[in-house]
């Protein structure tokens, strides 16, 4: 058996029932690969998924594609590729309460954002004010990653970025209204998140095992879009007791199942998007123009 780890982004979740339902149902197993999961609660996050990449705690991990990006143009380089797209289409947004009466992004200037500190995130938001016709002078905070949205439920901050469908469907699950802004409808073309990273070297070493693990997660992913009473079985057998209690898992699941995408495009990633997003972060002067020529996504692993 080939051990690999992958390193969540989050404590388990809507956005890894492909990985969860291949390892407990034995796809992995059947691939001979033995997955291990790294949960960043254990850790309180106090390492994220891309350093846990970058100092070899893991084989794999889970980020944004801004994770990808970073890696690869930090002073001390870190080869790393993007390999597997969990969503096909954006489905994070900063949200605020309705209750605050911020209904348009302009609107956040002076008011309070926690930041979960990532590549470009302040900047984002700052351009996204900005794009709506405002200043971009929000007040930045740092809570601690695993408690960021519970700064917004209880107003010690106006806004912060969240998944719709995880997050979203917690506040619908408990009546609280929230108002969201979709990074496209700001002039922000986003890029893939999450993606699933490795080192270069990993393929380089064994790519019939990444490429292994790239197919099977699709077989997962695919399992859950037609098997939806036994993909929520498995995810409750991995989700915190909070959001257990707080979220209908079901709702979730049906929620994001469309954004898997079908058996074409399951995992996949389009060039173009992915170019707009690094062309978009040059022209802001976020990155260099080198990251326009660097190979940083690839599909390769599913031929």
Known sequence: MKKLKLALDWTPNVNHIGFLIAKELGFYHQEG?????????????SITPGK???????????????????????????????IYAILQNDLSCIACLKSSNI??????????????KARYEDNIIKEMIKNDGGEGNVKIIYPEKLGIWNTLLTGKADATWIFDNWE?????????????FILANYNIPYGYSP???????????????????????????LFAKNNTSEAVRILKNYVTQYDLENIDLGKALSFTIPHFGDENSC?????????????????????????????????ELFE
């Open 168 to 180: 979203g469907i917690e506040a619908s699950c408990k009546n609280i209204e929230l108002e969201k």
């Open 103 to 116: 209904t348009s992004p302009k609107l956040l200037d002076g008011r309070v954002y926690a930041s979960y």
């Open 267 to 299: 995992g996949m990633m389009k060039q173009d998007r992915i170019l707009n997003f690094l062309k978009w972060l040059v022209d802001r002067k976020l990155e260099d123009k080198i990251i326009l020529s660097q190979n940083l996504f690839s599909n």
């Open 195 to 221: 993606v699933v990273l490795t080192k270069k070297e990993n393929l380089t070493k064994d790519r019939e095992t990444y490429s292994k693990f790239v197919k099977t997660t699709k077989k997962g992913f």
């Open 33 to 45: 690969i033995e997955l291990e999961l790294l949960n960043p609660k254990d850790d309180n996050y």
């Open 52 to 82: 846990k990449l970058e100092l070899d705690l893991t084989d794999l991990a889970i980020a944004p594609s801004e994770t990808v990006i970073s890696l690869n143009n930090k002073p001390n380089p870190v080869q790393v590729i993007a």
